[in-house]
């Protein structure tokens, strides 16, 4: 079974950093795509950044690139969503998410994935 457990949510002041992890199981590693995505209240859910590991590609939507890094502890089943100078607007709720196979720029669409975590709430005041 497929399992993806999302933690590190919290409330942070603008310009602060939150570290998100995804622990994954029920499946090998390195062939699936895994994925963040967020949704804030109203709001779609929006893809904001992926990585297919097994041929070396990230993606990042634009808002948050140079500010956020997705990697992986192969080691651990974990993937990781570093946050860094976050703002107002990156309030939301953060899932993870994984699909077989690997994926290119769709990585980012919210209907590549099969399967999600609960999700964790992100909080950042201005």
């Known amino acids: 079974e497929v399992q993806l457990v999302e933690s590190g949510g919290g409330l942070v002041q603008a310009g602060g950093s939150l570290r998100l992890s995804c622990a994954v199981s029920?499946?090998?590693?390195?062939?699936?795509?895994i994925g963040w995505f967020r949704q804030a209240p109203g709001k779609w859910r929006e893809g904001v950044a992926c990585i297919s590991s097994r041929i070396g590609r990230i993606e990042y939507v634009d808002s948050v690139k140079g500010r956020f890094t997705i990697s992986t502890d192969n080691a651990k089943n974990t993937v990781y969503l570093e946050m860094n100078s976050l703002k107002p607007e990156d309030t939301a709720a953060y899932y993870c998410a994984a699909e077989r196979g690997q994926y290119g720029s769709t990585c980012l669409s919210f209907s590549t994935y099969e399967y999600w975590g609960q999700g964790t709430q992100v909080a950042v005041s201005s």
């Open positions: 029920g499946f090998t590693f390195d062939e699936y795509t």
